[in-house]
């Protein structure tokens, strides 16, 4: 048995001791959940009771192939931008070409970003990269402050090492970076933009809180309260330096155009926006497509290569004509139409809207109505990543039960630096919604 479901296993006895049968510390846990604003739309954001963990090979491992795939993706952004044949594969609308041709002022693309992985054993593959406006950084924080401190854990402890990794400060660190860098010299007013939240509490607020902890002025704004004039971006009265995007780029341009207040503030250099506008590149799916076309990375560093060949999923917009795989040339439909076993059709935006399809789950007869509908709208085709699997231990009407669940570990990247990951649980297979899902904090595991 290997040094994790060793630990694993060890965590779910002490559950099942005497010692914690009665199942009242778990509701202490839950009522802290609830004081924290740990919870969305009055469901805490952690049905689970246990914490994630990854072993200390794994977190170097995790750090090492995220900061060279940061770099690689940083390169590509950088090509793509200064190349309109590159630029076209990246299927972008108008007015996102538009906003992308936007200087941010300052060096990064992407100053917060987070990264979807799935570990199994020794492997490590990449599924998806959101720069947009990824979320997890403060309710992770949060979530690992509890469970470190909870009974189980402290008696699971006795044996193990545990590490809590990442937070709020390394982000607040890499936010006043990112305006230094754009020019700014006093000590911004921080707006977070985000639509109108109906549940009440939310991650924002933990941050908005955070910042006034540590002297900025900081509002939480919609975009329908922001004014431009004179030079100045403000909300009310509140005169804006340094804005928090939580907007996707997409969700921003179904309700906007480009003559609002904010593009305007930001084409003109009079506010410093995180992420920039130009992160939707890299949140295409299409950029692995680009990342995994050896002809484009040939002069990338070794360890970027590496990186990419080591832990990207081989990936191409899917339409008719030849492409490369594994060195061979190919013709991409024929390809897909044999290979459904081993790929992946997804949309090429990352918002809800389309469908994705495993192969391995369809008959050859769906699976061919599923390629035609992939040529009909931008979809990238993927090869399919073996899901890690783990039991973890949940309340089921009051009684302690055990479920196989899917793990998506998100390691948190601030101005190309992995500090800190947190994970996401989810029933194997799930399609859609479901409420045995939401986070668990990540913790690194040794033995003493």
């Not at 009440?200 to 941050?207: A, V």
Request: proline share 5%.
């Amino acid at each position: 048995m290997s040094q994790l479901n060793e630990a694993i296993a060890r965590y779910h006895r002490i559950l099942e001791s005497e010692p914690y049968r009665d199942l009242s510390w778990v509701k202490t846990m839950q009522e802290q959940m609830e004081a924290e604003n740990l919870s969305r739309g009055g469901r805490l954001l952690c049905p689970f009771l246990r914490p994630n963990f990854v072993t200390q090979k794994q977190y170097d491992t995790l750090v090492k192939a995220g900061e060279a795939l940061m770099s690689a993706i940083d390169r590509m952004q950088k090509m793509a931008l200064a190349s309109p044949a590159l630029l076209a594969r990246m299927q972008l609308l108008p007015a996102e070409k538009m906003l992308a041709a936007i200087d941010p002022g300052y060096d990064v693309p992407e100053v917060s970003s987070k990264l979807d992985l799935q570990i199994n054993n020794g492997s490590l593959h990449v599924t998806q990269y959101n720069p947009d406006s990824p979320t997890g950084v403060a309710y992770s924080e949060g979530l690992s402050d509890i469970f470190y401190d909870c009974p189980p854990v402290k008696e699971f402890r006795r044996k193990y090492n545990l590490t809590r990794v990442g937070g709020k400060r390394p982000f607040l660190a890499a936010l006043l970076k990112a305006y230094k860098q754009f020019g700014g010299t006093d000590r911004p007013n921080i707006a977070i933009l985000e639509f109108r939240n109906p549940s009440g509490s939310s991650e924002f607020e933990l941050f908005r809180d955070m910042f006034r902890k540590e002297g900025f002025p900081s509002e939480i704004v919609t975009p329908e309260q922001l004014e431009y004039r004179n030079g100045v971006l403000k909300a009310g009265n509140f005169e804006i330096n340094l804005i928090y995007r939580r907007i996707s780029v997409q969700e921003f341009l179904v309700k906007f155009d480009l003559s609002h207040p904010l593009v305007g503030a930001y084409r003109d250099h009079n506010v410093c926006m995180v992420n920039s506008f130009r992160s939707e590149l890299a949140q295409k799916r299409a950029m692995f497509g680009l990342l995994t076309d050896e002809s484009l990375t040939a002069k990338f560093t070794m360890a970027e290569r590496k990186a990419i060949r080591e832990h990207v999923p081989w990936t191409r917009l899917v339409k008719a004509g030849n492409t490369t795989y594994n060195g061979d040339t190919i013709k991409l439909l024929d390809f897909i139409h044999e290979q459904r076993e081993k790929l992946v059709l997804k949309p090429n935006d990352d918002n809800g809207d389309g469908a994705s399809f495993y192969g391995s789950e369809l008959d050859q007869t769906a699976w061919e109505r599923a390629v035609r509908t992939a040529q009909r709208s931008p979809y990238v085709v993927q090869e399919r990543v073996e899901t890690a699997r783990f039991l973890f231990p949940m309340l089921n009407y009051g009684h302690l039960e055990f479920k196989e669940m899917q793990v998506d570990v998100h390691p948190q990247v601030f101005l190309g630096k992995v500090s800190g990951c947190s994970s996401y649980v989810s029933a194997a297979n799930a399609t859609a919604f479901s409420s045995s899902a939401g986070l668990t904090p990540t913790f690194i595991i040794d033995s003493k």
